[in-house]
Structures are given as structure tokens and as C-alpha cells.
């Protein structure tokens, strides 16, 4: 069974600017991703919010990044036993 797992980051470069960021900088995760063997298959956008698929071990992970004037949210849907691990390393 999936779970949704979220966490936050806070910001002090307004929305334009965190969008700025993020937009300039998926090339940079592109090639992070290949070094460990994951692929980014997946990527639009809807207003401020990015949807997006991660590929790895046959898998898709797919999730959203919503942008806002002081946060940056990021939620991902795992499966279950990677969900587990996930929460614990937030705390």
C-alpha cells in the first residue's frame, strides 16, 4: 500500500524566486539522478506546482513540489516499506 510522505522548506526568495531556482535547477537533478541510477521520466507543470515521476529498479515514484512565498512543500508517494524508512529520517 503507497503513503504519501510530505516535508517542508522554508524560504526567504519569495515564490518568483524559489520557482526561479527550482525551473534552473532540474537539469542539475537530471544528472544527479543518472549517477545513482534513477531517472526523472516524468515533469509538468501546473501553476506553481511541479508533478513529477522518479524511475528506478523497474519502479516510479511519482510526486509534487508546491512552491509558495515563504515554503516549499514537497510530497511524494512511496510504497509502503520505503514510507516506513522515509518517516524516520524526517524526525
Do not use: C, N, Y
Not at 17 to 40: E, N, T
Not at 45 to 71: I, M, P, Y
Amino acid at each position: 500500500m503507497a503513503k504519501p510522505v510530505s516535508i517542508t522548506i522554508s524560504h526567504d526568495l519569495g515564490r518568483d524566486g524559489a520557482l526561479d531556482r527550482l525551473r534552473s535547477g532540474l537539469d542539475r537533478i537530471r544528472d544527479k539522478l543518472g549517477v545513482v541510477r534513477m531517472q526523472l521520466v516524468d515533469e509538468s507543470w501546473q501553476g506553481d506546482s511541479l508533478h513529477f515521476g522518479v524511475a528506478a529498479l523497474g519502479h516510479t515514484v511519482r510526486g509534487r513540489v508546491d512552491v509558495e512565498e515563504a515554503l516549499v512543500r514537497v510530497e511524494v508517494t512511496l510504497p509502503w516499506m520505503l514510507a516506513v524508512f522515509a518517516e524516520k529520517l524526517k524526525i
